[in-house]
């Protein structure tokens, strides 16, 4: 699987903006799709997940109720609508595939795209 993060941008506090990862290659529809991001000097961090088993979501604390994940699955493309943005948004995301069922972690998940730089001025 191959995957192609596209979206970012910079955006006021306060904005919305909407990522997609494109995937390519074998059965797109059997994994779960996530999403992390990765702030300056910081880990890599878990924002959400779509399970391809359930349709469950799952998401990092610091997004709820701002963020929502959804796939296309005829269009092999993965979703992040990112609402009421703030500046500790700022980070680059990427879009990640797991053949395990609710992953979140990030050693649960097995492909990667490149990333795409979110920048949410104040």
């Known amino acids: 699987v191959q995957l192609q993060a596209s979206g970012g941008g910079l955006v006021q506090a306060g904005g919305s903006l909407r990522l997609s990862c494109a995937a390519s290659?074998?059965?797109?529809?059997?994994?779960?799709m996530g999403w992390f991001r990765q702030a300056p000097g910081k880990e890599r961090e878990f924002v959400a997940t779509?399970?391809?088993?359930?349709?469950?979501?799952y998401y990092a604390d610091p997004v709820k109720g701002r963020f929502t994940v959804s796939r296309d699955n005829a269009k092999n493309t993965v979703y992040l609508q990112m609402n009421s943005l703030k500046p500790e948004d700022t980070a680059v995301y990427y879009c990640?595939?797991?053949?395990?069922?609710?992953?979140?972690?990030?050693?649960?998940?097995?492909?990667w795209g490149q990333g795409t730089q979110v920048t949410v001025s104040s």
């Open positions: 290659g074998r059965a797109f529809s059997s994994y779960d």
């Open positions: 779509l399970s391809y088993r359930d349709r469950r979501t």
């Open positions: 990640a595939a797991a053949a395990r069922a609710r992953a979140t972690e990030l050693n649960e998940f097995d492909y």
